[in-house]
Structures are given as structure tokens and as C-alpha cells.
């Protein structure tokens, strides 16, 4: 059916995708929080009418501003490249991934820059009360925004409410609610929107900290803790339960995924979880290699109750995924490969029959492509087809392994960072602590480290998928020449920096002009 | 009620809903021809911070609108997604680079410490000015010219040329109408000065100005057009499928379609009152004139590209590969969520034009960018 096309190819097109949304995803995150932390803090100024929340909000914002042009720009570049450089996924699941990106149009980006305008210009145009409005739904539709984009994302980690069309060759919607409401979706937009919080709240805490050591606008940088404090606590805890919530769905649907997390090789039941552990040898490129560990720190049972729910659960490890184990009811990929390649042969002699005009033989095929049973135990594993080498299935697990430890590890320091920064402002001891604001200024790029590390679970404990199960990312590209895909990732990579340089620099420089007296001229 | 309705009906329905998106970002594209007027219009440092702030306060509509343009697209006829996107390679990432640039020129190009210059972020604007709107019109060309493509029977597209989607600038009729959509959203934003910024010397430079862009528009417009009705057509039978050419295909779309006909010449009037008003009466209103004959006629083009039997898409390759409304569709379920979706759209546009009322009561001049407290 599809031709496994030149790995440079497919390499280069991945490397240029991960690059955009990598460079797209330093910026979102902090347009999903502060569009929040922002509209908390106009709200406590038309509630009280104290000046100093008016000029709290609008110092935010302009920071806001310069995160939000550049976020807008990568978005762009992602939503054409699954076109231009992925043409044959396009049309493949154009039918399910299409819909949630117009509905975002429509329904998300529309709202927010409608109203970022009257957020940026209305203050001395509208009323108050349609101002904090605007602000309100600026923060609304970012975030149904990042809703519609992330259930596209899960459909693809978690294909549900779809159906093969042999007519067509190319997966078609059945339930919208079903890809709407899947559980996956429903944990990756939780989980990513509250990662977005969090990372904002730690921004804030971090540039009012700078602010409280240079003992500059310190009645702001004081109330500005104290909300992205709470807002961090609140979006932490949140984080958490969408966590674990995500991990439920990954032991359920991409089983591979989480041994690749947790550097499991052989499943048995009641699984530990390693807190803290590094692989023994990184040098050797078999990923048979990593499965020594130099250290590591179990928590016993663990890792089968989160996955589970029962503390003696078996949890399947990656030889179990390749090789198979009955007892437990888990197909090896080598029967999965035989189901796969079953299907595209079926869909060959489909089209093939066609061709020749031979209705009577594709009229029999195509009922039985269509049949419940031919999807369920064939179709199912239409990706599986396209494989040759069972190595190709097992994603990168060091790489894995590191980004889901590391991201754990400072999604607890953001958390206990916002309780000690809560409790010291509330105790008016905050700005004695030195260390403590030296701490948190270091902390954002940290948070922009663990967010990142978030999307490279996701995305490479995932691999070879870019459709799980149903297609592989060797037969999503786009026919082009590696050359051209090459380039292009040079000029990406070129603007896409010169562009981040600037937006550091204007940032940086907007923080130490600070807040701007009512009245005065901010350009 | 959208159960209801037939899939022939659905797909017909979401190429008006493409048409009018389409439509509606030709407008929105007087924030590019504006780009490409600001050393023209405004001589001083503050002119054109004026130029810069009235269309800043738009860029976003513009952008959120081929945004959802390009989604729409994808999510109603994913086929030409993955065949034009995939294919033309060159053409869209020319046009996406220059859209990545116009994004963060208005909030950067002042600011201090924005590592460029501002003079590198008004080029950058220049750029998308005039790359984005000629590009853009040379693709929305090959609509009507064909691309070199053809499709295998699992839809997987290949392109024939190396030079991968550029060669529609090698053809006269594309490129006429790339320049006359330059031009066009040149006159677009000139009307759009007149309304939006109180300054005397930008109002008689615009008045000159909207002049000397209206005649090569007309020009490159008339040429586009007179080629467009005189030429072949892809046209293909509804029952076979077959693709054959056909003799003054789109003049017959016309003729045929007599409510297309009355929009395209009903929008080619308001067009050209809305540039007589803003130069003989009354200076201002114009934009509102032109603005709806822009969405009218090229609603009306989109039309005769897509409806009456004919390929939107052609393949000037293999005629069999080009692309229809019926073969190229998402499917009856798909379109028909979409479609309740759609309901949202005249409420998306309500708030729109409120909330654009809101903070456009008034006129830009001098006293407001000494005042603002936010600026580009």
C-alpha cells in the first residue's frame, strides 16, 4: 500500500516537526497560564479599584504580548506542516485529525484574538467590566484552543471512533463524542493545559523574585506571588491527578510507551517504581544494552498500583510487547506483523480487482474489508505491515526513561517552591530569603526544561507511531526530496532562533524597565 | 435538520464555507497591502507608527483567518491538503515564511533590545506585503491553471516537477492574478487609512496613492478575468467522474449559475464605488464598499472553480488525478458534525464586529500614540 519511503527522509521531516513544535511549545505554555494569572489580577482590580492591581495586570500582559506574537507564528508553521511534510498521514486521517483543527479555528482562535485586542487597546475605549471580560475570554480561548490540538494529539496516541475505508484508503470518523471524550484526550488536555500553569506561576514567581532582590516594585512583586503561588499550588495538584491519570491510559493503550519510561524490560506483577535510577551503559546503541541499571531507588509495588490500580498487577515489559506472552494474553509482534501485512494484501487485491474491473471479486472483498471482524483483527494492526525489524518498534528508552524521571522530579520542586514562597509572603518573611529568590529565578528555565521533557515522553515514548498501531511515521511523509526537507530545516531552525534571541531580549529588558506609572507611554 | 441533509448537499456547503473563508482573508489582506505602503504613506518616524498601529490592531484577523482557512481545508477536503501542501512544497513554506515574520514585527518592532532593528521588522512587514499576497494569489491561481501532480489509487500524490509548486509563477495567468491581489489589498488598506487614522498629510498621500494602485490592479483584475472566461476548464462528469477540458468552462460556470454572475458583477461595482467614493465624495467610507465587493467577487471565482462539475484543483498532469468537490471531501459524518459546528460562525462574527466597534469608535491620530498605553 504505502511505500516505505527514504529514512533520511523521514528522519529529516521528524527533526523539522520536533523542531516547530519544540519551539512552538517554549511559548504556549506561558500564554496558557498567565492569560489566567492576568485575568485573576483585573478581577481584583475592578473588585477593589486599587490602582496598583491595574498596574500589576498590565505589566503581566506586556509580557503576554511579546510570548504570544511569536507562539502565533510557530502555531502557524505546525498546522501547514502536517501538509507539507506529511501528506500521506494527512489524507490517511485528514477525515478525524482535520476536524478539531477547523473547530479550533472557529470556535478558539477567533475568540482570542478577538478580544486580545480589546485586552491590549480597550482600556480607556470599553467599560470596565468588558475589559476584565475580554480578558477572561482570552484566557478561555487559548486554552479551547489547546483542547482541539490535543485531541487530535490523542486521537493519534489512542485512534478511537474510527473506521478503515478500503474504498478510499484512509481511516473516517464513526463518533465524534468517542474522539472527543476519550480518556486520553481528556488527561493530555488536563495535563497540559495545567503543565502550562504551573510553568506560568513559576514565571511569575521567578521575575517577581528578581524584582523583590533588587527591592524594586515590591508591593507588586509581593501581591504577584502570592496569586501565581496559589494558582501554582491549585495547578500543581492538578498536574498531579492528571498525571497519574495520563499514565492509567498509557499502561491501557501504548504499553510500550510505559516500559520505556520506566526501563522495564520484563513484566511480572506487582511492579516496582523507580524514583531515582540511571542505566548502567549509554554507550552502546542496542537498547538490549540499557537493561542494567548502575543504581536505582524502587518504591515497591508502585509502579502496578498507578498503572493499575492493584499493587500485584503484571506489567508488561518490552520483551513481553515483542516477543509475546500468552498467559497473560499479550500477542506477539510478529503475529500483529502477519495480521498487518494480511490487511494491506487484502487492500491490494481490492484495488487491484477494481482496476481490472472485476466487480465480482471486489464486491466480495469489500465486504469482507468492511466487516467488524476484518477491522478489529486486521485492520487494527494495518501499521504493523509496514514493519520488517521488531527493533524498529521499541522507542528510544534511555531518552524516554530520563525525560519522564527528570519531569516528575521538578514537577515536585515547582510544587514545593509555590508552598514555600505561599507561606513566606503570607508571613512577610519572603523578601529576607535571599536564597529562596535566587532559587526561584532559576527555577523557570527548569519549568521550561520539564515542559519540553513532557512533549518528548509523549512524542518518542510513542515511536515508530505516528498513528498508533495504524501508521507508521516511514509511510506518513510527503514524497519531497530529503535536500529540500534539509533546507528547510536550516531556515527554520535560523528564524525560529533569531526570533527566540529577540523575544529574550525584549523580555528581559521589559522586566528591568518594570511596571510603567498610569499615564505614562510603553512601546 | 443537518442529519437531513444530502452528502452531494454537504460538500457543496462546506466549498461555500471554504469560498467564504477564502473570500474573507482576500479582504483581511488589506493588513498585508498596508505593510507594503509604509514608507510610501508615512514619511516620519510617527506616520508611520500610526500606519503600523492601525493595522496592528487587524494583523490578527487576518492570520486567525487563514489559520482556519488552511484548517477548514484540511478538515473538508483533506485530499487537497495532502496534494497541494505536500506537493507545492516551495510555494506554501515561501508563503509560511512569510507569515512567520509578519507575526512578531508589530509587537517587537519598537521595542527596546529587539536584537534587529526596527528597520529590519518594518522589511520584514514589507516582505509578507508583498510576498504574502502575490504568492498566495499565484497558488489561489493554479485553482483554475492546473498543477503537475497526479495521485495513485491510495490517493498518495506525486509532484512531476523539481521545482515543486514554483512553476505556477512561470504562468502568465497565475502570476496576473498574484499581482492584481497585490494590488487589490493595496487599494484595500489605502481605503482603510482613509477610515481609520485623522492625519492631513497621510490622507491627501493616500488619495494620491489609491490612484496610482487602482489602475494596475484593473489592469492585472480585467486580464485575469477576460483569460479566465476565454480559456479551457476542467470540468468532469458527475456520473463517470471522467475529467475532460471544456471549452469556456468557467465563462459557462457564469452563465449557468446566474446567482454567481450577479455576485461577481455586483462585487466588481462595489469595488470600484468604494475607490470612486474615497476619491471624488466622501473619504472614509469606501472601505466598506470595496471591502464587500472583495468578498462577493472572490466568492464568485471560488464558485465557478468548484461548483457546476468542475475541478477545483485540476492536474495539468493527469487529468483523471484532478480534484472535485466529490472525490476529494471528508466523509458524510464528518461534514455533517462539521456542519453544526458551523452554526457557531454567525455568532464568531457578531463579537467580531462588536468588539471591533469597541476600540475603533474613534479615529488613530497623533495625540493617541503620545497617549497609548500600549503600542507597536
Known amino acids: 500500500m504505502f511505500e516505505a519511503i527514504d529514512l533520511s527522509l523521514v528522519n529529516w521531516s521528524r527533526a523539522q516537526f520536533a523542531l516547530t513544535a519544540m519551539y512552538h511549545w517554549l511559548f504556549v505554555p506561558l500564554t496558557l497560564g498567565t492569560t489566567f494569572i492576568i485575568a485573576i489580577m483585573e478581577t481584583i482590580y475592578v473588585k477593589t479599584g486599587k490602582p496598583e492591581w491595574k498596574k500589576m495586570t498590565k505589566f503581566w500582559m506586556t509580557l503576554f504580548g511579546i510570548n504570544f506574537a511569536i507562539g502565533v507564528a510557530t502555531g502557524l508553521i505546525l498546522e501547514f506542516e502536517f501538509g507539507t511534510n506529511w501528506s500521506n498521514y494527512s489524507w490517511f486521517v485528514g477525515d478525524i485529525f482535520g476536524a478539531p483543527l477547523a473547530i479550533e479555528g472557529i470556535m478558539a482562535f477567533f475568540m482570542e484574538s478577538t478580544f486580545i485586542a480589546v485586552m491590549f487597546f480597550g482600556w480607556n475605549k470599553v467599560s470596565k467590566k468588558f475589559h476584565l471580560a475580554s480578558s477572561w475570554l482570552v484566557a478561555i480561548g487559548a486554552n479551547l484552543s489547546a483542547l482541539w490540538i490535543l485531541v487530535a494529539n490523542a486521537w493519534m496516541q489512542s485512534p478511537v471512533g474510527t473506521t478503515f475505508n478500503p474504498e478510499t484508503a484512509r481511516n473516517e470518523m464513526t463518533s465524534f463524542w468517542e474522539v472527543l471524550f476519550s480518556p486520553v484526550a481528556i488527561n493530555k488536555f488536563l495535563h497540559t493545559i495545567t503543565s502550562g500553569f504551573v510553568l506560568s506561576a513559576v514565571f511569575v514567581i521567578g521575575v517577581s523574585a528578581w524584582f523583590l532582590l533588587k527591592k524594586r516594585h515590591i508591593v507588586m512583586a509581593r501581591k504577584s506571588i502570592l496569586v501565581a503561588a496559589i494558582f501554582g499550588i491549585v495547578s500543581s495538584l492538578a498536574l498531579i491527578g492528571t498525571g497519574d491519570g495520563s499514565a492509567k491510559q498509557v499502561a491501557k493503550v501504548q504499553p510500550m510507551k510505559l516500559a520505556a519510561m520506566e526501563g522495564l524490560y520484563n513484566g511480572y506483577e506487582g511492579v516496582d517504581l523507580i524514583a531515582v535510577g540511571a542505566f548502567k551503559s549509554t554507550s552502546e546503541e542496542s537498547n538490549d544494552a540499557m537493561k542494567d541499571f548502575l543504581f536505582k531507588i524502587e518504591i515497591p509495588n508502585f509502579l502496578s498500583f498507578l498503572a493499575f490500580g492493584n499493587w500485584d498487577a503484571f506489567v508488561p515489559g518490552v520483551n513481553d510487547l515483542i516477543n509475546g506472552n500468552p498467559e497473560k494474553g499479550i500477542m506477539s509482534v510478529h503475529e500483529k506483523i502477519d495480521r498487518g501485512k494480511i490487511a494491506i494484501e487484502k487492500l491490494t487485491a481490492y484495488k487491484e480487482a477494481k482496476k481490472n474491473g472485476d466487480e465480482v471479486l471486489s464486491s466480495s472483498l469489500v465486504n469482507e474489508l468492511t466487516s467488524e471482524n476484518f477491522q478489529e483483527d486486521y485492520f487494527r494492526y494495518l501499521g504493523y505491515g509496514h514493519v520488517n525489524d521488531t527493533n524498529f518498534l521499541i522507542p528510544n528508552i534511555p531518552l524516554v526513561f530520563y525525560s519522564f524521571h527528570v519531569m516528575v522530579m521538578l514537577g515536585f520542586l515547582f510544587l514545593l517552591v509555590f508552598v514555600l514562597a505561599l507561606w513566606w509572603v503570607l508571613r512577610n518573611k519572603l523578601d529576607s530569603k535571599k536564597w529562596f529568590l535566587l532559587i526561584a529565578i532559576f527555577t523557570i528555565p527548569l519549568a521550561y526544561l520539564a515542559t519540553e521533557l513532557g512533549w518528548v515522553v509523549a512524542e518518542f515514548g510513542r515511536q515508530p507511531w505516528v498513528i498508533q498501531d495504524l501508521m507508521p511515521t516511514t509511510t506518513a511523509v510527503s514524497q519531497i526530496s530529503a535536500v529540500s526537507v534539509q533546507i528547510t530545516f536550516v531556515l527554520f531552525a535560523v528564524i525560529f532562533t533569531t526570533l527566540l534571541i529577540a523575544e529574550v531580549g525584549i523580555m528581559i529588558k521589559q522586566i528591568k524597565i518594570g511596571p510603567k506609572d498610569e499615564g505614562g507611554t510603553k512601546s | ?376
Open chain 2, 1 to 376: 435538520m443537518i442529519a437531513a441533509i444530502s452528502y452531494s448537499l454537504l460538500q457543496e456547503y462546506w466549498w461555500a464555507i471554504i469560498s467564504l473563508l477564502g473570500a474573507l482573508l482576500v479582504f483581511l489582506m488589506f493588513v498585508q497591502g498596508g505593510q507594503s505602503l509604509l514608507y510610501t504613506i508615512g514619511k516620519t518616524e510617527l506616520q508611520r507608527t500610526m500606519l503600523v498601529n492601525t493595522l496592528g490592531r487587524k494583523w490578527e484577523f487576518t492570520f486567525t483567518t487563514l489559520v482556519t482557512f488552511g484548517g477548514a481545508f484540511f478538515a473538508s477536503f483533506p485530499l487537497f491538503y495532502a496534494t497541494s501542501f505536500g506537493g507545492a512544497y516551495w510555494v506554501w513554506i515561501a508563503i509560511l515564511f512569510s507569515f512567520i515574520i509578519q507575526a512578531v514585527s508589530y509587537e517587537y518592532r519598537t521595542k527596546p533590545a529587539n536584537f534587529l532593528g526596527t528597520k529590519v521588522y518594518e522589511a520584514f512587514l514589507f516582505t509578507n506585503g508583498l510576498l504574502g499576497t502575490i504568492l498566495i494569489g499565484i497558488a489561489v491561481g493554479t485553482f483554475f491553471n492546473g498543477a503537475q501532480f497526479s495521485l495513485n489509487e491510495y490517493n498518495q500524490v506525486t509532484w512531476q516537477t523539481g521545482a515543486r509548486g514554483l512553476e505556477a509563477a512561470l504562468n502568465v495567468h497565475n502570476v496576473s492574478l498574484g499581482l492584481a491581489v497585490f494590488f487589490l489589498t493595496r487599494v484595500l488598506a489605502l481605503l482603510y487609512f482613509n477610515n481609520s487614522i485623522d492625519d492631513e498629510e497621510i490622507s491627501v498621500r493616500t488619495k494620491k496613492h489609491l490612484l496610482i494602485n487602482t489602475i494596475p490592479f484593473l489592469i492585472f483584475f480585467l486580464f485575469f478575468v477576460v483569460v479566465l472566461l476565454l480559456k479551457n476548464g476542467f470540468g468532469y462528469n458527475p456520473d463517470t467522474m471522467e475529467v475532460t477540458l471544456e471549452k469556456y468552462k468557467y465563462l459557462h460556470n457564469l452563465i449557468e449559475m446566474p446567482a454567481v454572475l450577479i455576485l461577481f458583477l455586483l462585487g466588481t461595482l462595489l469595488v470600484l464605488f468604494g475607490i470612486f467614493n474615497d476619491l471624488f465624495r466622501n473619504p472614509g467610507k469606501g472601505i466598506w464598499f470595496s471591502g464587500i465587493g472583495t468578498v462577493l467577487v472572490v466568492l464568485s471565482l471560488f464558485f465557478i472553480a468548484g461548483y457546476n462539475n468542475t475541478c477545483y484543483y485540476p492536474s495539468a498532469f493527469d487529468l483523471q488525478s484532478s480534484l472535485n468537490i466529490r472525490n476529494s471531501s471528508s466523509s458524510e459524518f464528518t461534514l455533517t458534525v462539521m456542519s453544526w459546528v458551523s452554526l457557531l460562525v454567525p455568532f464568531v462574527i457578531a463579537y467580531i464586529w462588536y468588539a471591533w466597534k469597541s476600540i475603533n469608535n474613534k479615529k488613530i491620530d497623533k495625540d493617541e500614540m503620545d497617549s497609548a498605553s500600549h503600542k507597536y
